[in-house]
Structure formats: structure tokens, C-alpha cells
């Protein structure tokens, strides 16, 4: 790796950690570096591993991490890009670099190495390429093609192939990108076919984009619809998520993953691991005028600090997720309505902590674009936001380790029931 491109690491790192307050200005924490993947995820659409985090915040990489990478840690920091980051802080890194310079020389040892690497190579599944500069500028001389069709109508893993003519369209690569996930592109070779596969393992909303270089030429929704809820489990690290299809989870007036589901998948408790929940489907409610309500709670199972739980409501635009944390630990709480989020690092949201072992009633609305947090009846946050969200798509419940839910109610405007289930 470059020692300037190291340099320029370090120092995001350290900006980092400043702005998100990593271990209150210490160390960072595996929790930190938890909260980070998930923001970045939700800010940028990238998907960062807890173990390339670590990796990375060890110094542990062999090379250098990947531009989608880099991109999404310097837009946490408020810049566009990689490039936008190192541009705003080259005098930092140039001051270091002459500083280092001098005492190589005075040690008559300054051996100065500078390694180029550029690589973009696609694989079937994943875009694995850094620093991927484009010599042949978009160039689009007639009609471009793009459409997408399920092969499941409902529920996962599902298969969705797409058709495409981009015989009009001259670039250096054309590729689909499967969601709002820069990792997962596919190259387009005009010579096989003009149609590709590609498989969805998680349902939810998702909008895939026709790709010439970095520019979106065209752009179609994806969205995978639930088989009513589905439960999966996720570990720490790279694994696949446990899929708990054909198990029974509703039981006694509530939605839960039991003991003998839990050993029926072999689930590692040597591990921390999260439940994701996820209703996907089109609700008939716009999600400018609705509520949504729920008690849910974190089931105490692996007895570790600082435990949590994120409801998401998710929409054609964007999503409203309140995540509420055990109390003492109000740093990792967050919120977010519409285009407005905001984190406990550095906002007071003591509201939001909890006993999270014990049901909490939360509720989540909006009226003419005003949204309201409210927990076990209490008003605790108000927003307005400006942004046309759409209608309401999907329901998500996420865990540290297991949870519960004992009701979830969905209203529009007037108060109407669009969705209820009581489990």
C-alpha cells in the first residue's frame, strides 16, 4: 500500500473515531465499530463486514481496501468520495511526508517507495475493483433497455433476471448493480447475451441500477415481498444468514425464536449474533399520514452489556428507525425520519434508553410530514422532514441476539387499520 494512502487512512480513521466519539476518546470498541457498519450502510448504501472494520482499524490488511470502502468511510465524514477526502486533507498528510523525508535523508537511509495498483475486476457476484479510473467517457447514442422480472412471487432466496440492450451506450464497463449496495455489481459482456441472473437473499425494497462506469443510465424496483414474516439470524462476521423458514417462531401470543428453533439451526451462542425480522410487502398507506405501533422487547439470552433493538419502517424513498439501547448506554440510540437522523454520539437522546429486557410500547408517526417518536406513551421526539417518501413497504425488526413482539399495528390518517397482527 502507498504510505501517502496509509497516511490518508490514519487520518480518516482518527476523524472517525473524534466525530462518533469511538470508546469515549480512548479505544474503539467492537460495539463502535457495530454502530459504524450499520450507519454506513444506512448513509451510503455500502455494506462494510465487522471484519473488514476490525481489519482495518487494526491495521490488519494485506492490501488496500477496497474504493467502495474508503468512499463510504470519507462520506462519514461529510465528503463526496475517497478523492474529495484526500483532496481536503493533503496538507496533512504533506506535512508528514516532507517531516519523514528530512529524517530519511539526515539517516542517509531514505528509501522512498511508491506502489500504483489499479485493479477492477468483476466477479459473478460481487464488484471487487479499488481505484478503477475510466478513460472512455459515457456515451449514449440511442434507446437504452432495462426491465426486471421475479421468478418467485413471494419470499426468498429469489431470482430476479434482467433484460437489457445497451448496444446504444459506449463506456469502459457497463454492469447491474443489484441494490443500493456497491459491492454487488455484475459486468455486462455485450458479446454473451443480453440477459442476466441474479439472486436476492433478502427481501425488502430494493432499486437496481443499469451502470455505465459510475453513472446510472437507468434504474428499476426490486422489491422482493416477504412470505409474511421472516426471521433470520446474523452473525458478527461474513457468514450467510440462518434462515428459519419452516420453523415455528409465533407462538403463545407472540413472535419469538425459541430454544428448540434456536438448536434446530445451530446457532453458535459463543457468538454475538442479531435477529432480523422483516415484513415486506406494499402497505395501502402513504407514508406522509400514517402510525405504526408495537411492543416489542430484547429476549435475555446472551447477557451482554450495551443490548438493543432497531424498529425500521421502510419506504419507496427513504426509511423511519428508531433504535432503542439499554439504559447507560444511550451514546449507540438513533433515529431517523425521513431525510432527519441523528445519533446519540453527539445528540441527547437519554429518551431513547431503555429497559430493552423488558416490552416497550413504541410508536412511530407522521401527519403532513411532522413525525413522532413516541415510547410507552410518551412523546419523546418530533421531526419534519421535506422529502416525499411514498407509500409504506416493509416492516423490519432487528435484535441484539433474540427478541419478542407481541403486536403490530399499522394505521393511515384517519385512523383506518391497514395491517394488524396480534400473533
Known amino acids: ?52 472494520l476490525k481489519r482495518l ?9 477496497q474504493m467502495a470502502t474508503l468512499d463510504a468511510l470519507a462520506v462519514v465524514l461529510d465528503h463526496k468520495d475517497w478523492l474529495s477526502f484526500k483532496q481536503a486533507n493533503q496538507k496533512h498528510v504533506s506535512s508528514v511526508v516532507k517531516w519523514a523525508t528530512v529524517i530519511a535523508i539526515s539517516a542517509l537511509t531514505g528509501i522512498i517507495a511508491i506502489w500504483v495498483s489499479l485493479s477492477g475486476v468483476f466477479s459473478d457476484e460481487k464488484y ?15 434507446p437504452v433497455f432495462f426491465e426486471a422480472s421475479k421468478t418467485v412471487t413471494a419470499g426468498i432466496p429469489n431470482t430476479v433476471i434482467f433484460k437489457y440492450d445497451v448496444s446504444n451506450v459506449t463506456a469502459d464497463t457497463i454492469f447491474i448493480q443489484q441494490s443500493w449496495n456497491r459491492n ?32 446510472i443510465i437507468a434504474m428499476r424496483p426490486i422489491h422482493i415481498v416477504s412470505d409474511g414474516w421472516e426471521p433470520h439470524i446474523y452473525y458478527s462476521d461474513d457468514q450467510l444468514p440462518v434462515d428459519f423458514k419452516d420453523e415455528k417462531f409465533i407462538m403463545n401470543g ?19 449474533f442479531w435477529t432480523r425480522v422483516t415484513n415486506s410487502q406494499v402497505f395501502d398507506v402513504h407514508s406522509d399520514d400514517f402510525s405504526f405501533s408495537t411492543r416489542m422487547k430484547v429476549d435475555r439470552l446472551l447477557n451482554q452489556l450495551c443490548s438493543w433493538m432497531d424498529l425500521i419502517i421502510v419506504t419507496e424513498v427513504h426509511i423511519f428507525s428508531v433504535s ?39 410508536k412511530v408517526s407522521s401527519q403532513g410530514r411532522s413525525a413522532a417518536i413516541h415510547l410507552n406513551s410518551k412523546l419523546i421526539y418530533q421531526e419534519s422532514y421535506k422529502e416525499d417518501m411514498g407509500k409504506i413497504v416493509g416492516l423490519i425488526y432487528i435484535f441484539d441476539g433474540t427478541g419478542s413482539i407481541d403486536y403490530a399495528k399499522l394505521e393511515d390518517g384517519n385512523e383506518q387499520i391497514v395491517f394488524e397482527d396480534n400473533f
Open 324 to 362: 432503542l439501547v439499554e439504559r447507560g448506554c444511550e451514546k449507540y440510540a438513533a433515529y431517523k425520519l425521513g431525510e432527519i437522523e441523528k445519533e446519540g454520539a453527539n445528540n441527547d437522546l437519554a429518551a431513547l434508553g431503555c429497559d430493552v429486557y423488558d416490552w416497550q410500547e413504541l
Open 128 to 142: 471487487s475493483g479499488t481505484d478503477k479510473k475510466f478513460t472512455t467517457p459515457v456515451r449514449i447514442v440511442g
Open 57 to 65: 482499524w487494526k491495521d490488519n490488511y494485506k492490501q488496500s481496501p
Open 1 to 52: 500500500m502507498p504510505g501517502s494512502e496509509q497516511q490518508f487512512i490514519r487520518i480518516c480513521k482518527k476523524q472517525i473515531e473524534r466525530k462518533c466519539s469511538f470508546g469515549n476518546g480512548s479505544r474503539y470498541t467492537q460495539r463502535d465499530l457495530e454502530r459504524l457498519s450499520a450507519y454506513i450502510k444506512e448513509r451510503t448504501g455500502v455494506v462494510i463486514s465487522l471484519s473488514t
Open 184 to 215: 454487488y455489481r455484475i459486468g455486462i459482456d455485450q458479446k454473451v447475451g443480453n440477459a442476466i441472473s441474479c439472486i436476492y437473499y433478502e427481501s425488502g425494497f430494493h432499486r437496481a441500477r443499469l451502470m455505465a462506469n459510475d453513472s
Open 254 to 272: 407472540a413472535l419469538r425464536l425459541d430454544s428448540a428453533a434456536l438448536s434446530h439451526r445451530h446457532i453458535d451462542f459463543s457468538k454475538r
